[in-house]
Every structure is written in structure tokens, then in C-alpha cells.
């Protein structure tokens, strides 16, 4: 069954505010991040205003291999400790139905990527997420493990602080501003507390439901192992740092232990990029470190073991597993192997690109070997080597920016990285004989083209468009990157000539002029990615001939639609299935379902969703019945109702009856006063168009619209001319006041209209003796039905157990009557009695079904201005 992968993101997204039940709003998503990256960043440049690059390259040169080793072996701990999170998880939330090896590695390899690249809930979440969705387990069991997971954290961390507090050991209170009592009486709370939640859990049967997600919660011995779990993870990593720190800090264990928590709640409140930046100024702060260089080299190194070493582990274990599952027929124990990797390959390129950039960014903004520069001397000219620098670190952000076309599976996104590799290895050694970088370049190159197989989305938006959480972590990360650059050349005193000197020696001149190349290039995919949008022009479609003859032979008259033009079609093979779409930018969205062989139309359905996959797109269908939607839940789509059809049953159709008396009076009043009704069929339509355009154009300037498109037909001659016409007209002078455009179902199934306007200055009962003439007609034809059309947000039931949309749209129908007459419309079609069936958009679920509804507003009325006009 296929996964709707190109909305994983979003899906993420989804899981992390159903679980958490916190939902972010944009601007503190932006504005929150960034102030408290520069705040660190301020902090941490008069932390270390007195130290040199040179001291910290020393210091990192004399750390011992000893003390590297313990550093690794906590590590190991850590992340072992993080493995055995989701392997309890598993076992309590789906026990049996995930192999406990792929759910340790789902834990491992998540939080060595979310550790690296930041933004936990898109990257680690949405890598386990993929791992077990391609297992089988649905949306709630996989929001169980993660959920899971995160309380046994939790539960880890309340019982650490809680002993650290109550037995307040020599050096915590330092930290907190508060007297022993009141220090062991909030100790005592947590303790009490986790050993509540401790004996609550472990009696078993407990169940957690947030938002339409349900699991059961761990019971038994599961609670007492996960909160072992937790404290292996938060020790091991706490000790790996710990270790790196040089003997002369004098502080004990509890009071590090006590800021290095601390210190990862600020880096995960900056979104950067593993807390780079906020982490380091909140530590050397809290442990009164400033001014220190070996404290310094020790965050250096330990983010080189804690953070990057993990990354590689996990990539190159990915590539090597990638690499043989592709190079031998998947069978036995290998499939589980497979079926696993496929999905997190993407984002492990996209780490692998965005680690590159960040290597080409720091090294541009560090002073380069005196030695290798004097080796250049003598065979390139300093012109050529300023210009290497310049495009060294402009391939940096550019990789940094096309890693997330890598994790939306982009093609074109990895013949970019690998271009941007082979130009970002001849920078690294034209630019100062980098071999260290170069190689580390050559390494990528090699790493993505193990995972090339990955990358077959071949179409869609632009690679360089990021959404809100990217954008904000690649800004904060760019911010450190120039702190990087600062604290470098803190020992040279700045000069406005500094941005011209150009010399062998010019290193601080380089980095001015390389970050001001980043800015510019940042600023444009910004505002680009903020404000740019693509939207294809509309183009007038040829409508093919097998188009035109399935859609008259259809006893559903709403496919006539399709005729309009502004539609693409996907055919079937044989000629016997047809499903028209219109592509937004962002998604393909269909009007209806397919027209034709129903077994058919089921491939066509899945054929509009694999080109929209690999097109990078969202992919819905709007406006359906209940025909396809087994289908639509096989293609992992969520069912919203948007609203219901009414059609009017005519056999023994008859105007008589209290609620058609509106109808019956509007028919004899037009027969007194001199109007005839009259059908005129669409072979000759022609000669009258140019009358009912200008009966159309006075119509639309007293409505102040404009023409409607993709679900509504406009005025045109192409489109108008599949179709009869019934019109009222005076029988004296013969001229047309009102008309409409029939839609005739096929073995007169079904009669409908689209186009139906009227002489704006005429009788106000016009149009209603037009609809009960036609109606009388219809039924003296012996058509079998008359639809007449949806009644947005009509029947959806907006109570408290209803889903969330559900109630927008059941409050939008109560209280939306200012902007539309949702209960006007449904009131008048009910005079005629009809049946209702209900209307469904079959859409990605979660956050994609507003968007899917605003591109339907977009191909419908042009946006917000056509909406409101």
C-alpha cells in the first residue's frame, strides 16, 4: 500500500502537535528561534573575547587519546540508552509487530540525524515515523511509540532532578537562586510525583487519547526500564562532555549535570541545528567558563564525538546496507533490511549535504595555512584564489539549501548536490590546498551516489524554496557560522578597507566578502521561499476525443465539467477511463473522479498519485462520492465531507405542493406575462452566443465577480458549445432573459445546468419559472433525475467527538452566512424536496487538508481577491 510520502513532513508535523497538543504560530515558529540564537551568540562572543583560534587549536591538539576514548565509550552508552527507548516502546504500543533490531535502529539513527540537523519533530520524528509506516503501523501506534519515548525522557529526567534537589548535593544550589528547604521540597514534589506516575503505569491497562490518536501507555516492567533508559542516555551524555573538560574547572558532577540540562533546553528552544551555539554560551555561562580555551576545544570535541560521529556512523551503515540490499535480489531476513532503509534514505543525504556545506562555510570562515598558501604561490594567481574562497563558501550554503530538495526525494535536488560537491572539491583545494576537505567532499560525492536510487521525484516546486522550519534553521545556523568567522578574527580590529584588501595574508577580507555572498544568497532563497509562489499559467487544453465521448456517454453530469479546458486528463489505456486534474504548483487536484470503467478509473487514481509523489506534490481529489473511497483510503488519503449534492427524483414529477408553490406561481406569471420557454440545441447555439455573452457580462458586473473556473464553468464559446441551452425569452420581440447550459447524462440519467444567469434589471421571479420550466421539461423527456448541484459544508455535524475539520467546517456553515449563503442555498434547494448524498475531499489529512482547500480556492475564484469579490 502506497504512503502519501510526499507530505512526511507534514505528517511529522501533525504527530508532534497531536502528541504534544501544542500548536506553534507562525511568527513565534520565526521570531522565538532567531532572537534566542543571537542572544547565545552575544553572550558566547563576550564569553570568549579574549580567547585566540590558535589557543583553541592547541588545546583541542593536546586532548589525549585516554580522555577520547572515554568520551566514545560514554557516547556509546548514550546512544545505546537511546536505542532501548523505542525498543520498549515497541514492545508496549505494538508488540510483536516490529523486530526489536529495526526498533532500536529507528531510535539510534533518529536521534543521530535530529542531533545533528536539529528540528527533532521533522527530522528524528519523521525518520521513525517512515521506518515504521513501512512496517505496517498506522498514524496512532506510531505516535504511541514516539510518545512513549518522549515520557520515558521525561520520567528519566524528573527522577534525576528530583534526587539532585532533594539530596542537593555540593554545587547545585549555586545554580538555583533558592534555600535548601525550598530546594528538597521541590525535590521531594518530582520524586513523589514520578513514583505516582511509576505505580499508576505499572498496574497496566492505561490508555492515552489526544485528538483522534489513541495507544496504550507501558505497564508492567516497561516503565522501570525506559526510566533506565532515559537515565543511561541523559548520564552518557552528560559524561561525555564531562570527561572532555579540563581537570582545573572545579565543579562536581551534579552542578554540570544540572547545567548541561539546562543548556540543551536552550539549544532546543533556538532550533539550530543540534543547539549550535545556544548550547555552548548557555554551558560556558552556567559553568563559569569565559575566557577559557581548553573549555572551548572541549565543546569542540565533544560535538565532534556526541554529535558528528553518530551521523557519519548511522550514514555510512545506511549506504553500506543500501548498497548490498541493491545489489542482491531482497529476500528472507534482507526485505525487513529494505523496507527500512528506503524511506530514511533522503534524510540521511539531506544531513550528508547539509554536513558539506557546513564544512565549506567554517573553513571559509577560518584563516587558512600559512604554508599551503605559499604552496599556491608558486603555480595560481591570488585573483584565482580569492575567487576559489568566494565560491567555496558559496557552494557551502548552496548545499546547505539543497538539502532539503534531498529530503523531499528530488532528482533534480541530487544532480545539484553532486555538481555542487565536485565544484565545492576542486574550491577546498584552490583556496588553500585543503586535502582534509577535499577528501571529506570526494567521501559525500561517493555517499550520494550510493543513494541515487532514492531521488526519483523529477518534477515539481523549486529546490531552493524552503518552508518556515528550514528557513529558521539554516538562519540560525549561518549565525554561527559568522560567529565562527568573528571569533577567528576577533584580534583583528575592523576597517571599512578590510573590504577591498586583497592579499595572500587577506584572510579576515575573505570572510567579510564570503559573508556577505552567503547574506545575499540567503537573503534571495528567503524572500523567494516567503513570497514566490508557482503558479502554472492557465492554458487552454485541447479536449480530446475520448474525453468528449466518455464524458456524453456518463450518467453523472457533474463530469461535463471536465469540458471546460482548464483541465488535464490522464487516459487509460484502452480509451475507457478518464480523470481530469488541474496542477496548482503544489498539487494535482482532480474535479470529481474518473469518468469511465470503474476498474479503470481505480488505476488512474493511483496513476495521479504516483506522478504526484514523484512531482514532489500534494496530491487530493476534490469534490467525490462514495464510489472510489476504498480507493482513496488505500492511497493513505484522509475523507473530509465538504458539503452535500441535492438531486430531485422526476419520475411523476410535479410542480403541485405547498413547498414547490414558489416555483409554480414564478412558471404561471412568466406564461401570463409573455415569456416562452424554449430549448435550443447546441447545433444551433451559435448564432445566439454573441446575445447571451452580453446577458452574461451584465450579469457579472451587477454580482461585481468575476468567471469561475476548474469546479464552475465561465463564458466561453469552446466550452459552451458541448451543450443544449434553455433560455426564457419574450415571445413578443424574441429576445433571450434568461438561459442556462444543460448538462444531459447519458441513457438521460441525469439532467443539470451550470451556467445560469439572467437580464439583471428583469423580473425578480425569472429565474425561478427558468427552474421549474426545466425541471418540467426534464421530467417530460423522461430524464431520470435533476441534480442540483452541492450545498457547501451542508450535513457535516459539528459536535465535540466530531473531528477537528469537521467542526471547522460545521462552524464555518452556522456562522458564515456574511461571506456566503451556505443556509440560503441549502434552503432553497430543499423546496424541491430532494435527496441528499454527501461530498467528500479525499486529501493528505492533518495540515494539508487547509492547504489542499486554498489551492481549490485559487483554481476556483483566483485566490483570496476572486473569493471575496
Same mark, same amino acid.
Given at each position: 500500500?502506497?504512503?502519501?510520502?510526499?507530505?512526511?513532513?507534514?505528517?511529522?508535523?501533525?504527530?508532534?502537535?497531536?502528541?504534544?497538543?501544542?500548536?506553534?504560530?507562525?511568527?513565534?515558529?520565526?521570531?522565538?528561534?532567531?532572537?534566542?540564537?543571537?542572544?547565545?551568540?552575544? #553572550?558566547?562572543?563576550?564569553?570568549?573575547?579574549?580567547?585566540? /583560534?590558535?589557543?583553541?587549536?592547541?588545546?583541542?591538539?593536546?586532548?589525549?587519546?585516554?580522555?577520547?576514548?572515554?568520551?566514545?565509550?560514554?557516547?556509546?552508552?548514550?546512544?545505546?540508552?537511546?536505542?532501548?527507548?523505542?525498543?520498549?516502546?515497541?514492545?508496549?504500543? !505494538?508488540?510483536?509487530?516490529?523486530?526489536?533490531?529495526?526498533?532500536?535502529?529507528?531510535?539510534?539513527?533518529?536521534?543521530?540525524?535530529?542531533?545533528?540537523?536539529?528540528?527533532?519533530?521533522?527530522?528524528?520524528?519523521?525518520?521513525?515515523?517512515?521506518?515504521?509506516?513501512?512496517l505496517g503501523l498506522d498514524l496512532g501506534r506510531v505516535a504511541g511509540v514516539i510518545a512513549t519515548s518522549w515520557i520515558a525522557f521525561w520520567s528519566g529526567f524528573i527522577l534525576l532532578l528530583g534526587g539532585l534537589l532533594t539530596f542537593h548535593p555540593d554545587g547545585v544550589s549555586k545554580v538555583?537562586?533558592?534555600?535548601?528547604?525550598?530546594?528538597?521540597?521541590?525535590?521531594?514534589?518530582?520524586? =513523589?510525583?514520578?513514583?505516582?506516575?511509576?505505580?499508576?503505569?505499572?498496574?497496566?491497562?492505561?490508555?492515552?487519547?489526544?485528538?483522534?490518536?489513541?495507544?496504550?501507555?507501558?505497564?508492567?516492567?516497561?516503565?522501570?526500564?525506559?526510566?533506565? !533508559?532515559?537515565?543511561?542516555?541523559?548520564?552518557?551524555?552528560?559524561?561525555?562532555?564531562?570527561?572532555?573538560?579540563?581537570?582545573?574547572?572545579?565543579?562536581?558532577?551534579?552542578?554540570?549535570?544540572?547545567?548541561?540540562?539546562?543548556?540543551?533546553?536552550?539549544?532546543?528552544?533556538?532550533?539550530?541545528?543540534?543547539?549550535?551555539?545556544?548550547?555552548?554560551?548557555?554551558?560556558? !555561562?552556567?559553568?563559569?567558563?569565559?575566557?577559557?580555551?581548553?573549555?572551548?576545544?572541549?565543546?569542540?570535541?565533544?560535538?565532534?564525538?556526541?554529535?558528528?560521529?553518530?551521523?557519519?556512523?548511522?550514514?555510512?551503515?545506511? !549506504?553500506?546496507?543500501?548498497?548490498?540490499?541493491?545489489?542482491?535480489?531482497?529476500?528472507?531476513?534482507?526485505?525487513? =533490511?529494505?523496507?527500512?532503509?528506503?524511506?530514511?534514505?533522503?534524510?540521511?543525504?539531506?544531513?550528508?549535504?547539509?554536513?558539506?556545506?557546513?564544512?565549506?562555510?567554517?573553513?571559509?570562515?577560518?584563516?587558512?595555512?600559512?604554508?599551503?598558501?605559499?604552496?599556491?604561490r608558486d603555480f595560481l594567481p591570488l585573483s584565482f584564489v580569492e575567487a576559489s574562497h568566494l565560491a567555496g563558501s558559496a557552494v557551502g550554503v548552496l548545499l546547505i539549501l539543497v538539502s532539503r530538495g534531498l529530503f523531499r526525494k528530488l532528482y533534480r535536488a541530487w544532480i545539484v548536490a553532486m555538481l555542487l560537491m565536485v565544484a565545492g572539491f576542486v574550491a577546498s583545494l584552490t583556496k588553500g590546498l585543503d586535502t582534509h576537505e577535499a577528501i571529506s567532499m570526494l567521501g559525500t560525492i561517493a555517499l550520494l551516489a550510493t543513494f541515487r536510487g532514492a531521488f526519483y521525484r523529477v518534477s515539481g516546486a523549486s529546490i531552493f524554496r524552503l518552508?518556515?522550519?528550514?528557513?529558521?534553521?539554516?538562519?540560525?545556523?549561518?549565525?554561527?557560522?559568522?560567529?565562527?568567522?568573528?571569533?577567528?578574527?576577533?584580534?583583528?580590529?575592523?576597517?571599512?578597507?578590510?573590504? /577591498?584588501?586583497?592579499? /595572500?595574508?587577506?584572510?579576515?577580507?575573505?570572510?567579510?566578502?564570503?559573508?556577505?555572498?552567503?547574506?545575499?544568497?540567503?537573503?534571495?532563497?528567503?524572500?523567494?521561499?516567503?513570497?514566490?509562489?508557482?503558479?502554472?499559467?492557465?492554458?487552454?487544453?485541447?479536449?480530446?476525443?475520448?474525453?468528449?465521448?466518455?464524458?456524453?456517454?456518463?450518467?453523472?453530469?457533474?463530469?461535463?465539467?471536465?469540458?471546460?479546458?482548464?483541465?488535464?486528463?490522464?487516459?487509460?489505456?484502452?480509451?475507457?477511463?478518464?480523470?481530469?486534474y488541474a496542477d496548482t504548483g503544489n498539487a494535482l487536484i482532480t474535479k470529481g473522479e474518473p469518468v469511465g470503467d470503474e476498474t479503470a478509473g481505480k488505476q488512474l487514481i493511483w496513476q495521479l498519485r504516483e506522478m504526484a509523489d514523484r512531482e514532489g506534490k500534494l496530491c487530493a481529489f476534490y469534490s467525490v462520492s462514495t464510489k472510489y473511497l476504498p480507493t482513496f483510503l488505500d492511497l493513505g488519503l484522509s475523507i473530509l465531507k465538504i458539503g452535500e449534492v441535492a438531486r430531485v427524483p422526476l419520475k411523476d414529477f410535479s410542480l403541485d405542493g405547498k413547498s414547490r408553490k414558489r416555483f409554480r406561481q414564478a412558471k404561471n406569471r412568466a406564461e401570463r406575462e409573455g415569456y416562452v420557454f424554449e430549448i435550443i440545441p447546441k447545433g444551433k447555439v451559435g448564432p445566439v452566443l454573441p446575445e447571451l455573452r452580453e446577458i452574461s457580462d451584465d450579469w457579472l458586473e451587477h454580482k461585481a465577480g468575476e468567471e469561475k473556473g476548474f469546479a464552475l464553468g465561465g463564458f466561453d464559446d469552446e466550452y459552451l458549445s458541448y451543450f443544449d441551452f434553455a433560455v426564457l425569452k419574450k415571445a413578443d420581440t424574441g429576445k433571450i432573459v434568461a438561459f442556462a447550459n444543460l448538462f444531459q447524462g447519458g441513457n438521460k440519467s441525469e439532467l443539470s445546468l451550470d451556467l445560469m444567469r439572467y437580464e439583471p434589471d428583469g423580473s425578480n421571479f425569472i429565474m425561478d419559472a427558468l427552474f421549474a420550466e426545466m425541471m418540467t421539461w426534464g421530467a417530460e423527456?423522461?430524464?431520470? /433525475?435533476?441534480?442540483?448541484?452541492?450545498?457547501?459544508?451542508?450535513?457535516?455535524?459539528?459536535?465535540?467527538?466530531?473531528?477537528?475539520?469537521?467542526? #471547522?467546517?460545521?462552524?464555518?456553515?452556522?456562522?458564515?452566512?456574511q461571506f456566503y449563503h451556505f443556509e440560503g442555498l441549502r434552503s432553497f434547494k430543499q423546496k424541491f424536496d430532494p435527496e441528499w448524498s454527501p461530498n467528500y475531499l479525499a486529501s493528505p489529512g492533518g495540515l494539508a487538508a487547509p492547504r489542499i482547500l486554498y489551492e481549490v480556492n485559487i483554481l476556483i475564484s483566483g485566490g483570496l481577491r476572486g473569493l471575496t469579490k
Open positions: 500500500m502506497a504512503t502519501h510520502e510526499n507530505v512526511e513532513e507534514l505528517w511529522a508535523v501533525r504527530l508532534a502537535e497531536r502528541v504534544s497538543g501544542f500548536l506553534e504560530k507562525p511568527l513565534v515558529r520565526i521570531a522565538i528561534p532567531i532572537l534566542v540564537t543571537l542572544i547565545a551568540l552575544t #553572550v558566547l562572543h563576550e564569553l570568549s573575547s579574549h580567547v585566540k /583560534w590558535a589557543d583553541v587549536k592547541t588545546d583541542v591538539a593536546n586532548t589525549s587519546w585516554k580522555l577520547m576514548f572515554f568520551a566514545l565509550c560514554w557516547t556509546a552508552v548514550s546512544f545505546l540508552s537511546l536505542s532501548l527507548y523505542d525498543v520498549f516502546a515497541v514492545q508496549s504500543v !505494538a508488540d510483536g509487530e516490529v523486530p526489536l533490531p529495526v526498533a532500536g535502529m529507528a531510535g539510534a539513527c533518529g536521534y543521530a540525524v535530529s542531533n545533528c540537523l536539529g528540528f527533532s519533530y521533522i527530522t528524528g520524528t519523521a525518520i521513525r515515523y517512515r521506518i515504521y509506516a513501512s538555583l537562586p533558592i534555600s535548601d528547604t525550598v530546594e528538597t521540597v521541590m525535590g521531594l514534589c518530582l520524586l =513523589v510525583g514520578f513514583a505516582t506516575l511509576f505505580i499508576w503505569l505499572s498496574k497496566g491497562g492505561r490508555r492515552l487519547a489526544t485528538g483522534g490518536l489513541g495507544f496504550n501507555l507501558p505497564g508492567g516492567k516497561l516503565p522501570g526500564l525506559l526510566t533506565l !533508559a532515559a537515565v543511561g542516555d541523559l548520564f552518557g551524555a552528560s559524561m561525555t562532555l564531562y570527561v572532555l573538560m579540563p581537570d582545573d574547572l572545579g565543579v562536581g558532577f551534579p552542578f554540570f549535570f544540572t547545567v548541561y540540562i539546562g543548556a540543551i533546553a536552550v539549544g532546543i528552544l533556538s532550533h539550530a541545528p543540534g543547539g549550535i551555539g545556544a548550547f555552548e554560551a548557555t554551558l560556558i !555561562a552556567g559553568l563559569g567558563a569565559s575566557g577559557r580555551s581548553d573549555v572551548i576545544a572541549a565543546l569542540l570535541l565533544y560535538r565532534l564525538v556526541y554529535t558528528f560521529l553518530p551521523f557519519a556512523i548511522a550514514t555510512l551503515s545506511i !549506504a553500506v546496507a543500501s548498497a548490498l540490499t541493491n545489489r542482491h535480489h531482497i529476500s528472507g531476513a534482507a526485505t525487513w =533490511v529494505y523496507r527500512v532503509i528506503r524511506p530514511i534514505v533522503p534524510m540521511v543525504a539531506a544531513g550528508v549535504a547539509a554536513v558539506a556545506g557546513v564544512i565549506l562555510l567554517v573553513s571559509g570562515a577560518l584563516p587558512a595555512g600559512s604554508e599551503k598558501l605559499s604552496a599556491l518552508n518556515i522550519p528550514w528557513l529558521v534553521s539554516v538562519v540560525t545556523l549561518l549565525l554561527v557560522v559568522f560567529w565562527v568567522g568573528l571569533f577567528s578574527y576577533s584580534h583583528v580590529e575592523y576597517q571599512n578597507a578590510l573590504w /577591498w584588501e586583497f592579499a /595572500w595574508n587577506g584572510d579576515a577580507s575573505r570572510f567579510l566578502r564570503s559573508s556577505l555572498v552567503v547574506a545575499v544568497i540567503l537573503g534571495v532563497v528567503a524572500v523567494n521561499s516567503l513570497f514566490g509562489r508557482e503558479v502554472p499559467e492557465p492554458v487552454r487544453t485541447e479536449i480530446p476525443e475520448v474525453v468528449e465521448r466518455l464524458v456524453m456517454e456518463s450518467e453523472d453530469t457533474e463530469s461535463q465539467i471536465s469540458l471546460t479546458g482548464d483541465k488535464q486528463f490522464l487516459i487509460s489505456p484502452d480509451d475507457d477511463a478518464f480523470l481530469a423527456q423522461g430524464f431520470h /433525475w435533476f441534480s442540483l448541484g452541492a450545498a457547501p459544508f451542508s450535513g457535516i455535524e459539528n459536535r465535540q467527538l466530531a473531528s477537528f475539520w469537521n467542526r #471547522v467546517g460545521g462552524f464555518v456553515y452556522e456562522h458564515g452566512e
